[in-house]
Structures are given as structure tokens and as C-alpha cells.
């Protein structure tokens, strides 16, 4: 953050540019985390039904359901790894816009961390409305971009989207400015990384389709002329 601060000379901006870069090293953990999740996403109808059919036998649906990772080459803990990983990251981050003078003690940055931002008078200060708001809808965004699957994982998803932008509102009107400009900075990361990833997997999905719809019909055509 110093050294940041130093080239820029805002602490705003220093604020946008950590949490653009620390977003982007965590990227392919993220992604990977995704991918898992939405593998997981694909199989959760046989995973029901396994418990459906299991209901009274929870071993055997236990053995069914590690079959059928197994049979998709699904980790479901793989998943958690990146999470864990990114956690002590955005703990560390959060702790050090919550207080940051605690953690920088340049002398210049005691006087940077009271700037003036656009239309905030001092980033050290929590913003009434402005950056809460703009922290709840973009969590809202977030969440919303993610999708999300069926069942009780599904109405779980459907709770945090939510819960979790009013929470963020009401903990971003208590919070320094500089806190709630991580956030929201971060969440329009986060957001704009799902519609990426979510136009590429809708392509391949649209590839994978033709390439099997060509095959069917390669085949149809072979039987008719056998």
C-alpha cells in the first residue's frame, strides 16, 4: 500500500489499485473454485436423487454419492483449498483499511489516510450513504452473477443474496470509507469476472452441444445408408 501510495500519491486510488492487483493474483484460485462449484452444480440432481433413493441407508447413499465423484473426477474438498488460501488475504486486507495506521507507520501515510476522495472528506471516516449503498448492490450483483443450484444448495444462495447486501449496507455506514471502497471496488471485480466466465462456459456449452447434435446426425446418416 506505501509503495503504491507513493507512485499515485492518493490513498484512494491506492485503495482501487491493491485491491485490483490482489484480486488479480488470486484470479486462477478463484476460477478454479468456480469451476469446482459448478461441476458440483451439474451433478446435484443425481446427488438428490441418490439421497431421494437412499433415504433410510445414509452409508450407502454416502458410498453412491462418492461413486458418482469418482466417476466425474470430482474432489468436493478441492473446492475449499483456494477459499482457504484467499481467506487470511482478505482478513489482512480488511484489517488494514479497518485501522490502517496501526499497520503503516510512514509518517506520510498519517496525514494520506485523511484525504479527501472524490466526494468523501476523509477515507478514515465512514460514508453515510454513498459507498454502503454502492456496497450492497454490488454484493447483490455478485451473488446474482454466480447462479446457482438446485435444491437446498439453491435456497441457501437465494438467502445470502439477500442477507449479505443488507448486512454489508448496515456494516458499511460503521466502517471507514476506505473499507467500503475495498468492497465494493472488489465486488466489481468479482462481478465483471462471472459475466467472463459465465459467456465462456455458455460458449462451450453451445460448442459442446453442436459437436454432439453433428455427431447424432454423422451416425443417423450411416444407419440409413447400412
Partial sequence: MLQIYRLVGSYGISIIILTVLVRAIMLPMYAKQQKMTARMQEIQPEINE?????????????????????????????????LLIQMPIIMGLFALLRDPLSYMTDSS????????????????????????????????????????????????MNVMKYFYPIMLFIMGRSFPAGLALYWSVGNIFTYAQNLVMGAQKKKKDFTDA?????????????KNKA
Fill in 50 to 82: 441418490i439421497n431421494r433413493r437412499y433415504a433410510r441407508d445414509r452409508e450407502a447413499a454416502s458410498l453412491k454419492i462418492q461413486e458418482l465423484y469418482d466417476k466425474n473426477n470430482i474432489n468436493p474438498y478441492s473446492g475449499c483449498l483456494p
Fill in 210 to 222: 453442436a459437436a454432439a447434435e453433428a455427431r447424432k446426425n454423422v451416425e443417423k446418416k450411416m
Fill in 109 to 156: 501515510m498519517i496525514i494520506a489516510v485523511h484525504d479527501k476522495f472524490m466526494w468523501i472528506p476523509d477515507l478514515c471516516q465512514p460514508d453515510n450513504w454513498i459507498l454502503p449503498v454502492l456496497a450492497g448492490v454490488t454484493t447483490f450483483l455478485t451473488f446474482s452473477s454466480m447462479g446457482g443450484a438446485g435444491g437446498a444448495g439453491g435456497s441457501s
